[in-house]
């Protein structure tokens, strides 16, 4: 599949940098075509441009040692953890050097009195929860991917959980940062909270690799939650479903989780799983406290679900039926991508003020309508924030077209409403221009001259976030 | 009270200048001497250091023009809201325009589906609260003083309520700020989470003036609370105060608020209100949620508490007891004023990880009794922050240079523990070399290619956070 980018701006690697590369990195350097192309793609839709060369780093030095030739040579470097990004953002529009991250795997430090840990940027999410089980403890951010902890922190990643507990924004406490002059630098403490300087650790988290290479992660961590529960049930219409979410919110029920699936994805879900959900718009509802503090939320919700015409309110306490309601939710995308043999799925991203989320949801759904795009929604929408999953014909232009059609009406949409062009995505190459719409020429010219100030000579992820 | 400030940077405010600014804000300029000293001096000990001329913004517009303006003669800026700040903010060292932007007061936007509100800068937490109250919604910000909002982001305010709801980097949602160029930028929109771009919302909270000047603040606002409790109780010693928190904290028991009073505090309330409290270290609990919940939370405190060997555990729910319970850590300040005559408080700020807190604590605790500094601590534990009121004689040398001292070892203790320098009070003036000792120099330099970059003429509120 095919979208324009930019390629005039392709630098070649020069022998030299290669060169002392080598001389510092052996074996851990290559310039295969496979590996290459493993480093060149992600999970959007673009396809691969690859990268000069990839190196494993194993540790900070590596990384400075990497970008401070790199600079010397004015050649780009791009930061590589799973390649999970959604927006193309690993792809090497400027050519570069690929820095792996993922044998940077170790958890520094466990510190469980204070509700902190510190790892290596390399890290999953699910291999830190792992690590760290034993602590009682557990790290809530869960963006779908087995993402890493640097990429995450990155693009700003959220997920499921962050209607409770926040995004990357809210969980990274300080990050150690490789510059652009490969010098490495700490951009904050242990302690919860600091009014000393400027923030930078704010400032590189979800700078996608443009401004610094993060590599070292200091994060909260919270108690797992003493119960669990989850609930399911259906609504007649998008409107009654948002708006149980949104009396939800405004109540101060403390909701863990709380997933919107269309009546699309149900369909797609019934057939795929062999279920017999009711083909209506689905609430999935996760709840997180003590014993009694669950059972409270349960009341609540269902009581709130009950008055917007709720049917088949279902819940659960024991694991193992918690996880039958939820497997609606996390088969969604594959079910999807059923309905359509042969097709790709386009993921969107926006986010609005909850207030205007149903309307936002009901335009864009008459679109997708109109344009007869097959597609399923599902949202955080706790958080106001949806995606819509479209499947298009790779080989069809004009598939692709309709499909980009209503993302981009989609996104005007959102920002008409004063939300934004991605809630969780990040920017990437396919956003720059959203990114202008939604905050205006001298907001972006603002982050620019923090590009410029930074990184000079522009060979940080170039071709990202924004234009040079 | 004297501190070395460099004042050899002074610049004298032109002739044109002042013409051009009194041509565009008539008489809301003032270069009357009571004007000047009054945007002179904040709440720190600091002697008075007059701005050249004073004028009242309006609106955002009256903002540009004047920086604008000053941007043009190169002459400084220097934003005030109600001169709450701690570490001397707003003194104008190197001369300046103070722009006052308590006039700036209004409520523009309450969206309480949202949950969220837009404000002018000028308007203080208490009115906000006033005039949101009848949305049941409210802004749990409290760092003490009747602060502006815009003041508050500045300086990356927080207080008491922060241990559940966050510090002003986790409630502001967006701003508008004028550059030092005079331009107006908005930083973010109404949805809850975003990933587009850097962070600039992040970046200018904590800048404390010196990246650009907030003219609105749009914030995240909270259910009021179905029921509210507090409990106090007293315990053998300071180590077991501090464990009962972490145990607390670590258990994911979701209090609103835990403070810390020392036993010289205590004392110095019993005498000041006739009270018979035990004079030992003292934790203050307020509790926020539902009915169930709060009784819930006070249990398991509670129950924490007596672990850890309390004294005279009490709770209460109705308004009058609460405010009771609560009186020792509202009149704590004064009274401890009242310990020696014709003396000035010089207040501290430091927060260490939570594990390290008990051992800050007694370090610093130890230092003030080897100095024989009459003082009383008081502190947001849930934090791990903590601030030293240390009584001095303004007039004797030798007395300031003793409390200087215990706080440069709090402060370099603080450090030590992986801690900062300031938990939410800001570098000012009088933290600068501290910042660098926490950061290092490659991160303060950071901060400093940041502000070249952003404000090029050094105009706003120089010779504050970091030397040029």
Redesign the interface.
């Known amino acids: 599949m095919n979208h324009p980018v930019p390629t005039s701006l392709r630098r070649e690697m020069p022998a030299p940098l290669l060169a002392a590369l080598q001389a510092r990195f052996g074996e851990r350097l290559s310039t295969s075509h496979a590996m290459r192309e493993h480093h060149g793609r992600d999970e959007s839709s673009y396809d691969s441009m690859l990268p000069d060369a990839v190196i494993f780093a194993h540790s900070t030095e590596d990384v400075a040692a990497a970008v401070a030739l790199c600079n010397e040579h004015r050649f780009p470097v791009i930061a590589y953890g799973t390649g999970t990004s959604l927006e193309g953002h690993i792809l090497a529009v400027q050519g570069g050097l690929s820095i792996d991250l993922s044998q940077m795997n170790r958890v520094v430090a466990v ?6 840990v510190t790892v290596q940027p390399g890290v999953t999410r699910k291999q830190l929860n792992a690590e760290i089980k034993d602590t009682g403890l557990f790290f809530p951010i869960d963006p779908g991917a087995d993402a890493s902890i640097g990429g995450m922190a990155a ?4 997920g499921t959980n ?1 209607v409770r507990y ?2 990357m ?2 969980n990274v406490l300080a990050l150690t940062v490789v ?1 652009a002059q490969g ?18 650790t ?2 590189f ?3 996608e690799g443009t ?1 610094g290479i993060i590599t070292e992660v200091t994060l909260k961590i ?2 797992q ?2 119960a669990i529960s989850a609930a399911v049930c259906s609504f007649p219409d998008i409107g009654s479903a948002v708006n149980a979410v ?1 009396q939800t ?4 029920v ?1 909701v863990a989780r709380v997933e919107f699936v269309d009546e699309n994805s149900v369909r797609a879900l019934n057939k795929y799983d062999k279920l017999t959900l009711p083909e209506k718009p689905l609430l999935l509802f996760e709840f997180h406290g ?1 014993e ?2 669950v059972q ?1 939320q349960a009341d609540i919700v269902r009581q709130i679900a009950d008055e917007h015409g709720a049917i088949g309110f279902e819940w659960a306490t024991r694991p193992e039926d918690r996880s039958r309601l939820w497997q609606a939710r996390h088969n969604a995308y594959f079910a999807l991508l059923q309905l359509r043999a042969g097709c790709r799925a386009i993921s969107t ?1 926006c ?5 205007r989320l149903a309307e936002c949801l009901l335009e864009t759904k008459a679109d997708l309508e109109r344009e007869q795009v097959v597609h399923g929604i599902i949202g955080h929408v706790g ?3 949806f995606h819509v999953q479209m499947l298009v014909d790779p080989n069809d232009p004009a598939d692709i077209a309709r499909a980009e059609g209503v993302n981009e009406r989609m996104v005007t949409r ?2 008409a409403m ?10 990437g190459l396919h ?1 720059i221009d ?2 202008v719409q ?3 020429e ?3 010219d ?2 620019r ?6 990184d000079p000579n522009n060979i940080l992820n170039p071709g990202k ?2 234009r040079w």
């Open positions: 510190n469980p009195e204070d509700l902190t693009t700003r990643a959220s962050a926040g995004t924004r809210e510059t010098k490495v630098i700490r951009t904050g403490t242990r302690a919860k909270k600091s009014s000393a300087g400027y923030d930078l704010r400032l988290v979800g700078s401004l919270y108690p939650p003493e949104i919110i405004q109540m101060g403390p003590s009694p503090g409270e991203d986010c609005v003020p909850i207030s958080d106001g924030n959102a920002i004063q939300g934004t062009c991605t809630g969780e995505h990040g920017i956003k959203f990114l939604e905050c205006g001298d907001t972006v603002t982050m001259t923090l590009k410029h100030a930074l976030v924004l």
